[in-house]
């Protein structure tokens, strides 16, 4: 293939520089192509030429869906889609699931397909549970891969830990649960610590993103685990298939207990429906918990126009997609069911379903979500050096450098976290004061 000596980062910044340049000289045609290449420094290798090209064309073929010049962007759009691969470097895979969402967009917008985006929604809460467990190996190797995953979540289960250290019963309330590793290191936590613990209790709030089933699976698992911990434990599952049954009932709360609230990347899906996240937020206020840790995709999927959305989501993917290059071999099965199955699928819904069709999902950044919280009531804590140490530490057991792009940025009291600099990852810690 020949030699690559630009990064992912610097690929996508200098296509960005000659995009602006080039964007307002017409719509071009497929001499336009050509004219592009002797922009090129000399000094790039054949290989960085090609992929700066490549994202060129994809960064083009946005602007000109984006207003609506059709003609001319089926010429870039299929440039990108014969030159990419899912098989590839990471920009190439990020232009081939970009430019795939780009054509579903096109055909959409020119009328060749009308009804993909609803079978889509009608399927999908069905689907979302079979993708779920079907991916669910390629998720855990993706997840222990990379470091800024790992690093955010030995830093929420400390800021728990810190918070329930002189508690005898602790009632840990998970609003999604996904793999349940957080909770393994929780239990390892608390079972080493020097006061004794006398019970446990896990509930594992499902609002429908996984079968109860699955959902009891896990807690199985961590029955299992906590035997071998020695740590008096019990697990249970609260089905939530429609928000207006949330209640504290659902908890099966014990006056003893101290309870802590764990939310990973599950607000975001409640925000955006009506009324949703403000019944959760009263409802966990009744049952008092000391502390609420809240982790979400450092992402802002609010914009106005389509152009603003797709560089929004283009950096956030290209970050993601350039971890997943350094971290795990080319070929890595698990790496590509994560990219082709789970990310493919979230790119393409955030870039081409409208109103109801799209999936329910809305990314903000962490002052977005300070804003909602403190309407709410809610008090932002300072998380801990303490915390910030354990994700120091757990990134750097990544060899090979690795560990070094994972970076960590206080923002006020909370925390980014990020590969190489571009967010990925935003967590705070927030109190809840009686009226």
Same mark, same amino acid.
């Given at each position: 293939?020949?030699?690559?000596?630009?990064?992912?980062?610097?690929?996508?910044?200098?296509?960005?520089?000659?995009?602006?340049?080039?964007?307002?000289?017409?719509?071009?045609?497929?001499?336009?192509?050509?004219?592009?290449?002797?922009?090129?420094?000399?000094?790039?290798?054949?290989?960085?030429?090609?992929?700066?090209?490549?994202?060129?064309?994809?960064?083009?073929?946005?602007?000109?869906?984006?207003?609506?010049?059709?003609?001319?962007?089926?010429?870039?759009?299929?440039?990108?889609?014969?030159?990419?691969?899912?098989?590839?470097?990471?920009?190439?895979?990020?232009?081939?699931?970009?430019?795939?969402?780009?054509?579903?967009?096109?055909?959409?917008?020119?009328?060749?397909?009308?009804?993909?985006?609803?079978?889509?929604?009608?399927?999908?809460?069905?689907?979302?549970?079979?993708?779920?467990?079907?991916?669910?190996?390629?998720?855990?190797?993706?997840?222990?891969?990379?470091?800024?995953?790992?690093?955010?979540?030995?830093?929420?289960?400390?800021?728990?830990?810190?918070?329930?250290?002189?508690?005898?019963?602790?009632?840990?309330?998970?609003?999604?649960?996904?793999?349940?590793?957080?909770?393994?290191?929780?239990?390892?936590?608390?079972?080493?610590?020097?006061?004794?613990?006398?019970?446990?209790?896990?509930?594992?709030?499902?609002?429908?993103?996984?079968?109860?089933?699955?959902?009891?699976?896990?807690?199985?698992?961590?029955?299992?685990?906590?035997?071998?911990?020695?740590?008096?434990?019990?697990?249970?599952?609260?089905?939530?298939?429609?928000?207006?049954?949330?209640?504290?009932?659902?908890?099966?709360?014990?006056?003893?207990?101290?309870?802590?609230?764990? #939310?990973?990347?599950?607000?975001?899906?409640?925000?955006?429906?009506?009324?949703?996240?403000?019944?959760?937020?009263?409802?966990?206020?009744?049952?008092?918990?000391?502390?609420?840790?809240?982790?979400?995709?450092?992402?802002?999927?609010?914009?106005?126009?389509?152009?603003?959305?797709?560089?929004?989501?283009?950096?956030?993917?290209? #970050?993601?997609?350039?971890?997943?290059?350094?971290?795990?071999?080319?070929?890595?099965?698990?790496?590509?069911?994560?990219?082709?199955?789970?990310?493919?699928?979230?790119?393409?819904?955030?870039?081409?379903?409208?109103?109801?069709?799209?999936?329910?999902?809305?990314?903000?950044?962490?002052?977005?979500?300070?804003?909602?919280?403190?309407?709410?009531?809610?008090?932002?804590?300072?998380?801990?050096?303490?915390?910030?140490?354990?994700?120091?530490?757990?990134?750097?057991?990544?060899?090979?450098?690795?560990?070094?792009?994972?970076?960590?940025?206080?923002?006020?009291?909370?925390?980014?976290?990020?590969?190489?600099?571009?967010?990925?990852?935003?967590?705070?810690?927030?109190?809840?004061?009686?009226?």
């Amino acid at each position: 293939m020949g030699f690559r000596a630009l990064s992912t980062e610097d690929v996508i910044r200098f296509a960005m520089t000659k995009y602006l340049q080039f964007s307002c000289q017409g719509c071009g045609d497929l001499s336009w192509l050509n004219r592009f290449c002797g922009s090129v420094p000399n000094k790039f290798s054949e290989v960085d030429t090609k992929e700066v090209e490549l994202m060129y064309f994809l960064l083009v073929s946005a602007e000109k869906i984006g207003s609506l010049q059709f003609d001319c962007a089926s010429i870039f759009l299929n440039h990108c889609l014969n030159f990419s691969s899912k098989n590839g470097t990471s920009l190439q895979r990020i232009v081939h699931y970009f430019g795939k969402a780009l054509r579903e967009k096109f055909d959409r917008e020119t009328g060749r397909i009308t009804s993909r985006g609803v079978k889509l929604k009608e399927t999908m809460p069905l689907q979302r549970q079979e993708i779920m467990v079907s991916l669910r190996p390629a998720l855990i190797a993706c997840y222990q891969e990379l470091p800024f995953y790992p690093a955010t979540q030995f830093a929420e289960m400390q800021a728990i830990i810190e918070r329930v250290a002189s508690a005898k019963r602790v009632h840990f309330i998970d609003l999604e649960i996904r793999l349940g590793s957080q909770c393994t290191v929780l239990m390892q936590a608390l079972a080493q610590r020097e006061l004794p613990l006398e019970h446990l209790t896990i509930t594992a709030v499902n609002f429908g993103t996984m079968s109860k089933q699955d959902t009891e699976e896990i807690g199985k698992s961590l029955v299992h685990f906590a035997e071998t911990l020695n740590l008096p434990f019990s697990f249970k599952v609260a089905m939530v298939t429609d928000n207006k049954d949330l209640n504290q009932d659902l908890f099966e709360l014990n006056d003893a207990e101290v309870i802590a609230v764990h #939310a990973s990347i599950i607000l975001s899906h409640i925000v955006g429906q009506p009324h949703c996240l403000e019944s959760l937020i009263r409802v966990l206020r009744k049952i008092n918990p000391c502390v609420m840790v809240v982790t979400e995709v450092e992402a802002n999927y609010n914009v106005s126009s389509f152009e603003e959305l797709f560089f929004e989501v283009l950096f956030y993917y290209s #970050a993601l997609f350039d971890s997943l290059e350094v971290c795990m071999s080319q070929n890595d099965p698990n790496r590509m069911m994560f990219e082709e199955t789970f990310l493919g699928p979230r790119l393409l819904s955030v870039m081409v379903n409208e109103g109801e069709e799209k999936i329910n999902v809305k990314h903000m950044k962490i002052g977005a979500w300070r804003d909602i919280f403190k309407k709410f009531g809610l008090v932002e804590a300072e998380l801990s050096m303490s915390s910030l140490n354990h994700a120091e530490l757990v990134k750097k057991r990544f060899a090979g450098g690795i560990g070094d792009s994972c970076t960590l940025v206080r923002d006020g009291k909370g925390l980014i976290v990020g590969w190489k600099g571009s967010p990925q990852l935003a967590l705070s810690v927030w109190k809840f004061h009686q009226d």
